[in-house]
């Protein structure tokens, strides 16, 4: 998982005469071009005329010769301008990289020595060189032995020019030639980015108030050139060598442990570390860091030394992730059957960090919330988050570090399997936190509320530009990844299916792959265990298109126990042009009211029949998507959604947890889409007020949040209050109960799920609760507005799983000084989790003036980190009171935020989603397309179109669909209170 900078091509410089080509210290003699002379006689023969015409015939056949060999040579360099990749006619095999970072004049100079393997004869040496990288000497060599060790002579460098893509050309007066080795050595300087990406400066203060700073990288998906000259493309792997002059005060990192240090005496100011040559690797996964940090160490069972390191007062916070670490890495080699390849483990806290972490090999970074946990002040969330991501970003040690994909259309390989993974290695060490059932949640219902949209986008897209491989780091790639995956473990078995996984690894070890390598893989280990499924056929089904099936059954007239099955593509904005073109393999289980026995049937065709078990009668319901492992929806006729309901009125604990948070789902889905009347799809939620499962309630919260945003904009704009508040009156009747039940006490033998239950019914009542009439006791909203306050003014510890609701409820109607002394107390917080806390509190102020301030300090680094800027307006946009002050400040500061975020950072398309998708009129909607239309949009062009058609998708809800919805909610409430 990364964040990019920004980046835009390069234009074409000439060097000729600037670049100072010296001598290697190898060689002593340069190259030379002998031309020969030919005399001319008056007295000429006719076999002397000959001879003349003859030399001018081959004379001119050399020009036009060497003239078709400029063209063909201009040919390819415009070849390598437009496709944007590097030309293959090289191959580096080993770097050493050599970096002096400067943490006072913040500028940073090196040398990078390449060896060169040459595949095809070319003239050129091209690679990748950030724009900002000064290069002062560039120098080519010969090697004619294979130990590398006699350099027998340097080529002459003809010019550089620099192309697009962010790449030099190194045009050579002599030609490489195919089987050779050769040797590229690039001294360059530059300045430590600023941003979040490539080699850049971080920051943190000291308890005593000093400000320290680090440097730090961040590669992936496109920066190592950014930081050294290099063949920057993930298939392009070599071996490293880095080597980092420091000061004495600080610690250098890298990916491989320390082989020695020269200087650190006490009449030396620097020293420099050597580390070990790594593994073969991509170079996104280069990493080092100078800083001053403390560590605490561990040992797996097979001797891998894992290390936490983060700002020294901050270490023993680093314990818990310490303990993950090494339980997960020891798990994964025993699951995996590949030992973890690298002798020690670094995990880093840096403070300015783009993403939640990066899996750079043997060194991954984290943002301080990923990894840091005070069991004082952070909650069972912010805890389980450390482990989710610890487990995450080891999972990629094998999936992307060690087998790595060809290029970046592939990205889902890393992704969306460290995103399955992460929930395999966390439900092995915390099995009561249910981890599998919450990816119901986080996978598959997640990723469906984009690939619904008709601009979704294929797992598997083709990218060229770091903006578009940036835009691939989205919901698609990581929770449809995981959850296609899980899907196909579910009809694979487990041992089948993880046997594949080992056989994939253990193949493609230090190499690149694609998906069809891993579908080939998995379909022999099938054949093995006898399951008959070719992976290929099913899976490909899945990545090459984008969006999932609804699948609509029907009983049969005549025959009760046979189905009609017919699949089509569901979109919940409907386009019948785009529905026609899609058929999955999709993998069909059901069950019955008279046994819970799980059938699977593959359904390949567009319509195909399913026959119920014996014993089915002919009035009872039936259940597809049985445990919702399938990444598709179910439409039933209205029958049996009828008998669903009564089922899940009278006993509802006759379906898993699963099941029932399934059929809310898409229900409420189907509803919006028109497949399915809203009257059905509400009658499945009265039972909720029997519910007690958190997996069903935040189903059904998360769906039924499209009312609450879309009733919140409309009635702003009509200026009324009646569907919203006629929404939030029936959540809070849905809610009493439980909310009474959990109470504002915790006790330790709470389950996991509970405490997160109690945090988002507890925040949900006292949020809606200004809809009771005044002679009605605001209960929650009163013990809310009473923790808060013994905290503000008493300093009494809150518990720390209510503490998010009890800050926000706060700071909801807070005044002016009240929201500023809790803002003070977001900037003094040293505890990571805490300060995230604090800092999205601040944005529920309902006061337009608080927000707007707010709004401001998001883009002052003094009071708001970069990492945080987003974060602060999506929330911002997400308040009802703050939805049109956000997309304002968008518009006012969107080039400032664009010269941020827009082309190096998939944070870009989440903030034009956050700020433009909710509006529901025509004139929002020419608002927004109008304003797209004039600026740039970068790593965020899907983003606008997604938003366009949710924009118009709402229109046409609120209008068609928003009475009906309202209408339902007025009449089931009044008939409760007659």
Request: charged share 25%; net charge negative.
């Amino acid at each position: 998982m990364a964040d990019q900078n920004n980046h835009s091509d390069t234009e074409s410089h000439e060097f000729d005469d600037q670049v100072n080509v010296s001598l290697l210290p190898e060689t002593n003699s340069r190259s030379k071009t002998v031309f020969p002379c030919f005399p001319v006689n008056r007295k000429t023969t006719i076999f002397g005329v000959v001879a003349v015409l003859l030399l001018v015939l081959v004379v001119l056949l050399a020009v036009f010769l060497r003239s078709s060999s400029v063209e063909s040579k201009q040919e390819k360099k415009a070849q390598v301008e437009q496709s944007l990749r590097l030309p293959r006619h090289l191959s580096p095999i080993e770097y050493h990289v050599y970096l002096h970072p400067d943490l006072t004049t913040f500028k940073f100079s090196g040398k990078v020595e390449v060896l060169l393997w040459c595949n095809e004869a070319s003239n050129n040496v091209t690679l990748h060189v950030g724009k900002k990288i000064n290069y002062t000497d560039v120098q080519v060599a010969f090697i004619p032995d294979s130990n590398h060790t006699e350099i027998k002579q340097a080529l002459q460098v003809k010019q550089i020019s620099r192309l697009t893509g962010e790449m030099i050309c190194i045009e050579l007066d002599s030609e490489l030639q195919s089987d050779s080795h050769y040797f590229l050595v690039i001294e360059f300087d530059s300045e430590l980015s600023k941003g979040l990406a490539g080699f850049y400066v971080s920051k943190y203060t000291s308890p005593s108030g000093e400000t320290r700073y680090l440097a730090t990288t961040q590669f992936e998906p496109t920066d190592a050139r950014n930081a050294f000259p290099c063949f920057d493309e993930p298939n392009m792997k070599a071996k490293f060598s880095i080597v980092i002059t420091r000061e004495k005060r600080h610690v250098a990192l890298s990916n491989m442990p320390l082989e020695s240090t020269e200087g650190c005496n006490d009449s030396v100011k620097l020293c420099t570390d050597h580390f070990k040559q790594s593994v073969k690797m991509s170079t996104y996964l280069v990493a080092f860091i100078v800083c001053d940090f403390k560590n605490i160490t561990n040992k797996t069972q097979k001797g891998v030394e894992v290390r936490v390191w983060a700002p020294p007062e901050q270490i023993n916070q680093g314990q818990f992730a310490l303990d993950v670490a090494v339980k997960v890495l020891q798990f994964y080699e025993d699951t995996f059957q590949v030992d973890y390849p690298l002798p020690k483990q670094d995990l880093v806290a840096i403070p300015d960090f783009a993403a939640g972490a990066m899996e750079n090999w043997g060194l991954i970074t984290y943002r301080l919330t990923a990894l840091l946990y005070d069991k004082n002040k952070s909650s069972d969330s912010n805890k389980e988050w450390v482990a989710v991501v610890v487990a995450h970003e080891l999972a990629h040690q094998w999936f992307g570090n060690l087998v790595t994909m060809e290029w970046w259309n592939d990205l889902w390989l890393n992704e969306g399997f460290a995103s399955f993974m992460e929930n395999v290695g966390v439900n092995y060490i915390y099995p009561e936190w249910k981890m599998l059932d919450q990816s119901l949640l986080g996978a598959n219902q997640n990723a469906m509320t984009m690939d619904q949209l008709a601009n979704s986008h294929p797992i598997m897209a083709d990218v060229k530009d770091p903006a578009q491989i940036n835009s691939l780091f989205d919901s698609i790639s990581y929770d449809k990844g995981a959850a296609i995956i899980r899907m196909l473990e579910d009809v694979l078995g487990r041992n089948v299916f993880f046997q594949g996984l080992q056989h994939y690894l253990q193949m493609y070890s230090f190499s690149n792959a694609n998906t069809e390598d891993l579908w080939q893989c998995l379909t022999q280990e099938a054949k093995k265990g006898k399951v008959g499924l070719d992976v290929t056929e099913m899976m490909t089904t899945w990545t090459d298109q984008m969006g999932f099936p609804v699948m609509t059954v029907e009983k049969d007239d005549n025959d009760p126990k046979i189905v009609h099955v017919t699949q089509q593509r569901f979109l919940v904005h409907p386009d019948t042009n785009t529905q026609a073109k899609f058929t999955w393999v999709v993998p069909l289980t059901y069950m019955t009211e008279e046994s819970d026995n799980r059938t699977m049937q593959l359904i390949k065709k567009k319509s195909e029949q399913v026959k119920l078990p014996a014993g089915t009668k002919e009035n009872s319901w039936f259940k597809m998507n049985v445990g919702q492992t399938g990444f598709y929806r179910v439409n039933y006729q209205i029958e049996n959604w009828q008998k669903l309901v009564r089922q899940l009125d009278t006993s509802h604990q006759t379906l898993t947890a699963a099941d029932r948070a399934g059929l809310l789902d898409d229900a409420l889905n189907l509803a919006r889409s028109g497949m399915l009347s809203d009257e059905v799809a509400l009658s499945l939620t009265p039972y909720l007020k029997q519910e007690r499962e958190y997996v069903p309630w935040m189903s059904a919260l998360n769906n039924m949040a499209y009312f609450a945003t879309q009733f919140s904009t409309y009635d702003s704009v009509n200026g009324s209050t009646k569907y919203y508040s006629t929404y939030k009156k029936y959540i809070l009747y849905l809610l009493r109960d439980i909310a009474s039940e959990l109470g504002w006490d915790e006790t330790k033998s709470d389950p996991h799920l509970t405490r997160y239950l109690r945090v988002a019914v507890l925040g949900k009542v006292a949020s809606y609760e200004d809809v009771l009439h005044e002679s009605e006791k605001r209960q929650y909203t009163d013990r809310a507005l009473d923790l808060f306050n013994d905290w503000l003014y008493s300093g009494k510890s809150i518990t720390p799983n209510l503490r998010s609701t009890v800050y926000s409820i706060g700071i909801k109607d807070a005044n002016d000084s009240t929201w500023m002394e809790v803002f003070k107390r977001f900037q003094t917080e040293t505890v990571p989790s805490e300060k995230r806390k604090l800092m999205y509190a601040l944005t529920y102020s309902r006061r337009p003036e608080i927000l707007e301030r707010l709004l401001g300090f998001s883009l002052d680094e003094s009071k708001i980190r970069s990492q945080d800027s987003v974060s602060i307006i999506d929330s911002i946009a997400s308040n009802p009171a703050g939805r049109l002050i956000a997309w304002q400040f968008l518009q006012d500061n969107y080039n400032k935020l664009y010269d941020r975020y827009g082309e190096g950072s998939f944070e870009f398309s989440r903030l034009i989603i956050a700020n433009t998708a909710h509006f529901n009129t025509e004139d929002r909607k020419i608002q927004v397309s109008k304003f797209f239309d004039k600026v740039k949009q970068g790593s965020g062009e899907r983003a606008v179109r997604q938003s366009l058609e949710s924009i118009e998708a709402n229109i046409k809800w609120i209008n068609n669909h928003g009475p009906a919805v309202y209408n339902w909610f007025k009449r089931f409430l009044d008939n409760k209170e007659n």
